[in-house]
């Protein structure tokens, strides 16, 4: 399995390739980030991350594409545009018909560091080790995108099982149970 992962931002957009499965030793494919000039009108921005996420897409042909989930900050402008940069994310991924995976922050630290409240330095520090790396990725956007791929990588397993489930059960017609006395 091959997955991109994405730490949306506007300034910095970190991009991730990790291949592998889960139980088995992870490979690092590149990491980097896309950077946009903050002085810069928001949608010449956009236009930006969409190129270099179309780049990263095609130079790196992943099979999923894993994105950090916006979740609510103090800062309304900085959740803005965390959240227009995972948007143009999933809109690159959808126009291939990549399917796309939504992680939670802690989701993402839980699985790479065993603790959903770990900093910024643990998950640089875990990265590098699951990926046998010689020094953690930077700036931290880098590290936190790769973070996003293992997770996904660790976690599809389980959550294809359970959408097969759901799916299973959607499609099963619920058997209609008449009262005595009424037939």
């Known amino acids: 399995m091959r997955v991109l992962g994405v730490d949306p931002g506007l300034t910095r957009c970190g991009v991730g390739v990790v291949e592998g499965v889960a139980g088995r030793p992870l490979r690092m494919v590149g990491v980097g980030v896309v950077r946009t ?16 996420i179309e780049q990263w897409l095609d130079e790196h042909r992943p099979e999923y594409v894993a994105v950090e989930r916006v979740f609510s900050q103090h800062n309304v402008r900085t959740v803005m545009g965390t959240a227009q940069a995972s948007a143009v994310a999933m809109l690159c991924a959808a126009r291939r018909g990549l399917p796309v995976a939504l992680h939670t922050p802690s989701e993402v630290k839980a699985a790479v560091t065993g603790s959903g409240r770990a900093d910024k330095a643990q998950v640089g520090a875990m990265v590098t080790r699951l990926l046998r ?3 953690p990725p930077k700036p931290a956007d880098a590290a936190d995108a790769l973070a996003l791929a293992i997770c996904h990588i660790w976690r599809a397993p389980a959550t294809n099982r359970l959408q097969e ?7 099963t ?5 008449i009262p005595k006395g009424t037939r």
């Not at 000039?37 to 270099?52: F, K």
């Not at 017609?173 to 149970?177: E, F, I, L, Q």
């Open 37 to 52: 000039p903050a002085d810069a009108d928001v949608a010449d921005r956009l236009v930006l991350i969409e190129r270099g």
């Open 133 to 135: 790396l010689d020094a």
């Open 165 to 171: 489930l759901a799916a299973a059960h959607r499609r």
């Open 173 to 177: 017609p619920t058997p209609v149970r």
